[in-house]
């Protein structure tokens, strides 16, 4: 009885070293992938409106279901322009995908030259 268990034991941490490796891996395939499919749609959306952004970054913040994302755009599109409308261009890119979010937090400004 006492060699099944040890059997049970050696089967078991197999197992778990099998199972961390794997979680690994694909924590570090997920790191160095462009992101969710969510992220990339809007990514790409924002690039084609705001073609002289010098920085953008979008991130899935529901936790991965993709209802609800957080956006940094720098552009000179937004040049002269209230924050509220700057948002609100933003917001006018994204008409289409906001129908189906639950929210969006977006951060704008203007590149520092």
Do not use: W
Not at 4 to 10: G, L
Not at 39 to 64: C, H, M, N, W, Y
């Amino acid at each position: 009885m006492s060699f099944h268990c040890i059997f049970t034991m050696n089967s078991i941490n197999r197992l778990l070293h099998k199972t961390r490796t794997l979680l690994t891996t694909s924590l570090i395939q997920r790191s160095l992938t462009s992101g969710t499919d969510g992220e990339v749609r809007i990514s790409q959306l924002l690039k084609e409106k705001f073609p002289q952004a010098t920085s953008l970054k979008v991130v899935d913040i529901s936790g991965g279901c993709g209802s609800m994302y957080e956006i940094h755009i720098e552009s000179e599109e937004f040049k002269g322009k209230k924050t509220v409308h700057q948002h609100q261009l933003v917001n006018q890119a994204l008409k289409d995908e906001i129908k189906a979010m639950h929210g969006l937090r977006i951060f704008t400004a203007v590149p520092k030259q």
